[in-house]
Structure formats: C-alpha cells, structure tokens
C-alpha cells in the first residue's frame, strides 16, 4: 500500500533526524574535511549522515529510488518519482562552527519538489512542508510545532542572502530590488527563513546544486512561497542535461499587499 503524503513527510523527519544523531557527535568532537574532486570539502560526517539516510530510505520509503550528494548515479536523469538528498548542506558553516548546516531530503514528482524536511541538528529545529498540507517548524528540545507561512512582502524587502557565496549580479539583484536589509545565513536555512516570514526574498546567482535546495524549496512551497529562474519559469528537478546544477533562482515569498 502506497504511504500517504503526511505518512512519507513523517517518515522523512524521522530518516532526517537519524542523519542528525550521526552528525552531532562528529561535529562535537572534531572535525576533520577532505577535498572532493571539485575541490568541496568531504567530512565524515557527510559520510555518516548519507549511510543513515540510505539506510533509512530503504526502510521508510522502498522502491522510491534514492539520489544524494554522496551517491551519484550515472548522468543526471531522473525517474519521474525520487527521493533527492543532501545528507549535510553548508559544509562550510560545519567546518566553521556557527551551527548553520542541515540535512535536507526532498521528494520530488514530475521535476517539483513536493514534499521535503529541514533539519538543522546543532540548532534543534526541523522544518518540513507537502503540498497540500503546509508547513510547520518543530522545536525538537520542546516538542512545539508551529505553522510556517510567508508573510506579505514589505517594501523596501527585506532579503536573505548566503554567508559563504556573495557574488556581483546578487548585489546587482539587491539594488536594483531596493532591498532594506540583508540577513546572511548558510545552507538551506535561507529558504526556511523566507518560509517563516522573516524575510521576503532569496536571490541566487551563484552555482548552486539541486539536492541543494529541493528540501527547503518543498518547505517554501508549502508555506506559500515560491522559486523561479529569473525569466519566471519554475525551478524544476531532475530534467537532465546540466549535471544535477541548478539555473540562478529567486525564491520569493508573499506577494506585495494590495495597494502596496
């Protein structure tokens, strides 16, 4: 029998949370990074965190085929139904030490993203959304669940922009935009903070790779936000042909108030 879409996104949170008892002991005790051949840092705890979530996966979600950042098929064409993982985002906020990393598991369904969580282990909140079903961010020290829903975009907005990856046609973006305020914060955090309303707008023009941001996009999308390529059209999972890279996107929230 098929799992339900609140059945599956249960069944992420758990497989999430899992990656995230493998990864705080590695992040306490030290840590130590390798170069991958792109020249990205590898950790063992990027090691850990993917074995806990393949081992998960198949337990949770059998004959869903798998694709993560550590275990790459050949080429990058995808079945129209999969699960697209990355078992640590903001590697470069773990080496640092500032807590801003997450374990990200999206499903996708005909290249949209439409169910995914956020974990972030060393700060104790997961955020997960499905369409159809919202959002919601759990405190995991108390229990507390609450509804994740952007907010009416302000004017001028107010935009969040990453830590580690500052580039000239986002500040470009920003200016042109009017933007007030700029929070920074690594990995997908950014789309989670547009999802809780406390900011408007997360412009991206640097490389980013899809298992990067399918997670916090399904949140987003659940919490009434939306990301698009820069001519309007949405950013979509799996087509093949770039390498598992994503376009530049813009990831909005609410729209402007009416008379705004």
Request: hydrophobic share 45%.
């Amino acid at each position: 029998m098929p799992i339900s879409r609140t059945g599956l996104l249960a069944a992420l949170a758990e497989v999430a949370k899992a990656a995230g008892d493998a990864i705080l002991p590695i992040y306490r005790e030290g840590i130590v990074a390798r170069a991958k051949p792109d020249g990205s840092p590898l950790t063992e705890a990027d090691l850990a965190a993917d074995a806990a979530i393949l081992a998960g996966l198949a337990r949770a979600c059998p004959g869903i085929p798998v694709v993560t950042e550590e275990t790459l098929p050949d080429g990058d064409s995808a079945p129209g139904r999969f699960l697209l993982v990355d078992p640590l985002d903001g590697t470069k906020e773990f080496l640092a030490g500032n807590g801003e990393f997450t374990v990200n598991i999206a499903l996708i369904e005909d290249h949209r993203p439409v169910a995914g969580v956020v974990l972030a282990p060393a700060l104790g909140l997961l955020w997960a959304g499905a369409e159809g079903q919202g959002a919601t961010r759990t405190d995991l020290a108390t229990g507390k669940i609450a509804p994740c829903r952007v907010r009416p975009r302000g004017r001028p907005p107010v935009a969040v922009a990453s830590r580690s990856h500052a580039d000239a046609d986002t500040e470009a973006f920003l200016a042109r935009l009017g933007a007030a305020e700029r929070r920074s914060v690594g990995s997908s955090l950014k789309f989670c903070l547009v999802a809780d309303g406390e900011a408007d707008i997360y412009p991206r023009f640097a490389p980013t790779m899809e298992w990067d941001t399918a997670a916090g996009h399904a949140v987003l999308l659940a919490a009434g936000g939306r990301v698009e390529t820069p001519d309007g059209a949405p950013l979509r999972y799996g087509t093949g042909g770039r390498g598992w890279r994503n376009p530049p996107f813009i990831a909005w929230g609410g729209d402007l108030p009416a008379g705004g």
